[in-house]
């Protein structure tokens, strides 16, 4: 661990705590259920194929999907069988469980939305993801604190390395030089036939 590794951690500590203060003083606004916003009356609008088109759109020329795809379609690819039935089956039982995750996504956040109807369970949201923020960040801060404490201080070997190496004439952390050993070949066989 080096010292710009842990003024990094201190770094994002502090931005931890940051959030969760933000967290904490944040405004408790009314449901967006109850005044409609101006992209909910635009979504409304818009028409669903509209809509489909630009998800898809930004799926698609997403760099990651075409990595992630590229990688995963070809190991279950058998290049000596028709590749298009193949793509076609990888294809859609991706789209299968892709729809159902996304629906149960909407599904949960379409019932957790209607418990965010009250101001009060608003704001004890916002203190309980702020608390989180702030404990995160002071962890991570006494973590990277440690860390820094640890680099400034010589480790002391443990009582049974320093008896080991002192039973084998070790000072001061230098290991006995065999000079036999050390030197090259031709000149170790040359000291022996003298």
């Known amino acids: 661990m080096t010292v710009s590794s842990c ?17 904490w003083r944040a405004p408790v606004t009314t449901s967006p259920t109850e005044t ?14 509209e809509l489909f088109q630009r998800g898809f759109t930004v799926s698609i020329s997403n760099p990651k999907n075409l990595l992630f795809f590229g990688a995963l379609f070809p190991s279950f690819i058998d290049l000596g069988a028709p590749q298009l039935p193949q793509f076609a089956i990888l294809s859609l039982t991706w789209l299968a469980i892709d729809l159902t995750t ?11 939305g209607r ?11 916002n203190r309980t993801t702020g608390s989180f923020f ?7 801060g006494g ?19 320093q008896a080991r190496r002192s039973s084998l004439g070790v000072n001061q952390g230098h290991w006995p ?4 050993r050390r030197a090259p070949s031709g000149f170790a066989h040359r000291s022996r036939r003298r």
């Open 7 to 23: 003024r990094r951690d201190e770094g994002s500590a502090a931005y931890l705590i940051y959030l969760g203060i933000q967290a």
């Open 102 to 112: 996304m629906s149960s996504y909407a599904t949960m956040g379409s019932g957790i």
């Open 134 to 140: 702030i404990a995160a960040g002071g962890h991570l």
């Open 177 to 180: 030089i065999d000079r036999a």
């Open 143 to 161: 973590v990277a604190s440690l860390k820094d404490a640890d680099l400034n201080q010589p480790r002391p070997a443990a009582p049974d390395v």
């Open 115 to 125: 418990w965010f109807h009250s101001p009060r369970r608003v704001k004890l949201f």
């Open 36 to 49: 409609p916003s101006a992209s909910s009356v635009q979504a409304e609008r818009t028409g669903r194929l």
